[in-house]
Each structure stands twice: as structure tokens, then as C-alpha cells.
């Protein structure tokens, strides 16, 4: 069984660009999360979607960022104007519908400079 | 409020030692509870988990952890580490009801020496 898929693994850019991930959970996992793993702390939810329906979002920074699950499968999380305080690992995860075990990917590792 | 204390932020053992990692957690509700691995570079992969029933579980790479309530904690065990157990722990617990997401500690850095 594939597990959850994440691109680009590694982006660097500079403050107040843009930049995208992209995250294709596990087939047949209703739940996805994106999650920002600061270096040297423990991943943080940021959204977490039910099917294309959110969650949870309340540790979203909304004036930067946002994220979209359009068909209830893949999701794109964006950051848009980039600080620097937002580089992290980003790390995409699922899990079934009534479920309690998460499972993420790799991550996508992001430097703002 | 929902948090979880991993108070060790370095360890560091020889290889064929045993290992304890501690974690302790506050939660409004019965917890579950889960441990994580991140090798550098890559995610996190589920080392075991705990639901209910048996207060020992058992994870893979031969790690296991033990659920104690009355001290709020769960510890990770492994009788006899191995090199490549050098990693970052990750203790994390999850509402047993409602919107399932997780909230970790800070981990734990392992270093194994030869």
C-alpha cells in the first residue's frame, strides 16, 4: 500500500514569495492534516480536513496562508507572502474515516531566506 | 488544556544498553497515545500506539511502551538498542472522541555510541 505523498521534499525561497506543497494521502483515507514541524519542536496541526469539509483550522495563520482539498482526495497547502519565521517541515497526513491512527509522509522542507 | 512533556531533550546510550524515554501528558479525556520515530530528513513512522485494554503495548523495531494512569505517563522501553535507533521520539496523544488529530511533545534526540 502506497503511503501518504508529498512534493516538492525541498523548497527555498525567498521572503515574501509564494510557494505550494502538495499532499496525496493514502487511498481511501477520508481524514488529511498538514502539520508545521519547527525545527527542534514537535509537529503543530495546522488544518485538518474531513473529506473536502475543514475540520479544524484554528491554527491557521490565515493572512498567509491557506489550503485546499477540492475533491476530497489531494490537497495543496500554500504560503503566500512567505516570512521567515515559516521555515519548517511541512508534513502531510492521514488517516481512515473513524480512525485513530495518523499516518504522515516524508514532509516538505521549506527555508525562507 | 491538552499537552504533552517529553523532559528529556538529549539522550545519550551505548549500543546494547536499555532504553527509557519519558513522556507524560494532561488531557481532559481518555487519552490515546501514540510514539513516533523521525530519522533525519525523513517523517514521522509509528512505532506503537496505545487505545485501551492492556497497559504494556508492544511496537515494532522491539520497542514497547507502558501505560501508567495514576502518573500520566507513557514511557518507551527497548531492552537493547541498536545503532540505527538513533533518532528523534516523539510522544503525541489524541482525543478518543471528536476531531482526531494529535498533539506531540517536543522529542527526544537518541544518540547511540558504539
Known amino acids: 500500500e502506497a503511503g501518504v505523498a508529498q512534493s516538492p521534499r525541498y523548497k527555498i525561497i525567498e521572503k515574501r514569495q509564494s510557494v505550494a506543497f502538495w499532499c496525496n494521502p493514502i487511498s481511501g483515507h477520508a481524514t488529511l492534516y498538514w502539520y508545521q514541524q519547527i525545527l527542534g519542536q514537535g509537529p503543530k496541526l495546522l488544518i485538518q480536513f474531513q473529506n473536502n469539509g475543514v475540520v479544524d483550522d484554528s491554527q491557521l495563520p490565515k493572512d498567509r496562508f491557506s489550503a485546499e482539498r477540492l475533491k476530497g482526495v489531494d490537497s495543496t497547502l500554500k504560503i503566500q507572502p512567505a516570512k521567515l519565521e515559516d521555515s519548517a517541515v511541512y508534513l502531510c497526513?492521514?488517516?481512515?474515516?473513524?480512525?485513530?491512527?495518523?499516518?504522515f509522509g516524508e514532509g516538505s522542507w521549506l527555508t525562507v531566506v | 488544556a491538552q499537552s504533552v512533556t517529553q523532559p528529556d531533550i538529549h539522550i545519550t546510550v551505548s549500543e546494547g544498553a536499555s532504553l527509557e524515554l519519558r513522556c507524560n501528558y494532561s488531557y481532559g479525556a481518555t487519552p490515546y497515545l501514540f510514539w513516533y520515530v523521525q530519522s533525519p530528513g525523513q517523517g514521522l513512522q509509528l512505532l506503537l500506539k496505545?487505545?485501551?485494554?492492556?497497559?504494556l503495548v508492544q511496537g515494532i523495531k522491539g520497542f514497547e511502551a507502558e501505560f501508567k494512569r495514576s502518573q500520566s505517563s507513557f514511557n518507551l522501553r527497548k531492552p537493547s538498542v541498536h545503532w540505527s535507533d538513533a533518532a528523534e521520539y516523539f510522544c503525541a496523544v489524541g482525543a478518543q472522541t471528536g476531531a482526531n488529530n494529535l498533539f506531540f511533545g517536543t522529542g527526544t534526540r537518541l544518540t547511540v555510541i558504539p
Open positions: 497526513a492521514s488517516s481512515p474515516a473513524g480512525g485513530n491512527t495518523i499516518y
Open positions: 496505545y487505545f485501551s485494554g492492556d497497559t
